[in-house]
């Protein structure tokens, strides 16, 4: 088990011997604690460095992996017409949710100054990624990873697991799952239910992720009234109508960012927001707790 990106990372292998488990896991320990140093949106670590930089108007030279996120996140942004943008990081800490203390009880900010950064409609796609360098035009940009950086993570996972020649395994970062790969026998997968429990169980024999987004675990409370964590990028201002939204899909940025997506879409929205994704399947809970469905593909046998 590793605590990082402030959950709970825990993976669990198969059909290996205990010297190649011992050597994968300490190795992923390695990689997860890189990433959650260069990816945390507010210590101090490579993207905040970058911010920095682009508030600036600087060119910076970054990393691998902040650059694979840039890359995606400009690809998901496009796909998702905007509700998925890590470039809303300023909002996110306008909010206060720059935090790890939960339920935020501090008032809400003015109208004033979410319009104002609203009004510089910041983007990834203001991004100029040369290689490792990046600049922007538009200071406003602050990059905050949080919607896709457990995508990314996951898949680095596989990737080091892959290189020990591990049978099977799978990776439960705080319950959005990545099946590396099933080996013997499939996995058995929960999909988590608003709140706690299971939505439903299914059985994987391939690689595949099973990603959820909701507004129930991180949110602001104050005088009475509750607001989610999660930010329409259009507004600046927390989102209502979907309660939680599961993505599953065999790419893992794509289901991590594009359950927040869909989350950010709304009742009217997610099942086009789901088509443009071209995601395998999509499950979203509105406010009234209506289960509602979207199947592009066979994710697994049920």
């Known amino acids: 088990m590793f605590a990082v990106f402030g959950t709970e990372v825990e993976v669990q292998l198969r059909d290996t011997v205990p010297a190649r488990a011992q050597a994968a896991y300490a190795d992923v320990g390695t990689l997860l604690q890189r ?31 902040l650059a694979a996120l840039i890359e995606a996140s400009q690809r998901l942004e496009t796909a998702t017409e905007g509700a998925f943008n890590p470039a809303i990081g300023a909002l996110v800490e306008l ?31 203001d991004l100029v990624l040369e290689e490792l360098e990046v600049r922007s ?10 919607g896709i ?36 026998r499939p996995w058995r997968v929960a999909v988590r239910a608003p ?29 009475g009234e509750r607001y989610a964590h999660i930010l329409d990028p259009s507004t600046g201002r927390p989102v209502s109508e979907i309660v939680q939204a599961t993505v599953i899909d065999s790419n893992p940025m794509t289901a991590d960012a594009g359950a ?22 999509a499950i979203v809970i509105d406010a009234d707790g209506a289960v509602s469905r979207l199947d592009k593909r066979r994710a697994g046998r049920r």
């Not at 035009?137 to 949080?146: G, I, P, Y």
């Not at 439903?200 to 104050?222: C, H, K, M, Q």
């Not at 086009?272 to 395998?280: F, G, I, M, N, W």
């Open 35 to 65: 990433l959650h140093r260069e990816l945390h949106p507010w210590e101090e670590g490579e993207l905040t460095a970058l911010n920095r930089s682009i508030a600036a108007g600087g060119t910076h030279t970054t990393t691998l992996d």
């Open 95 to 125: 909010w206060g949710f720059h935090t790890s203390n939960y339920p935020i009880t501090d008032p809400p900010p003015a109208a004033d100054p979410i319009d104002a950064l609203v009004a510089h409609s910041p983007s990834t796609r």
């Open 137 to 146: 035009a538009n200071s406003a940009v602050q990059l905050d990873f949080s």
């Open 149 to 184: 950086a457990k995508g990314l993570a996951v898949r680095r996972v596989c990737e080091v697991i892959d290189r020990h020649s591990v049978g099977a395994a799978m990776v439960n970062a705080g319950g959005d799952v990545m099946v590396c790969s099933a080996g013997r």
């Open 195 to 223: 709140g706690g429990g299971v939505l439903e169980t299914i059985e994987v024999d391939r690689p595949l992720a099973v990603f959820t987004s909701g507004n129930y675990y991180r949110y602001g409370d104050f005088d």
């Open 260 to 281: 927040t997506a869909l989350v950010v879409a709304g009742a009217d929205e997610w099942e086009r927001v789901a088509d443009l994704l071209d995601a395998e399947t």
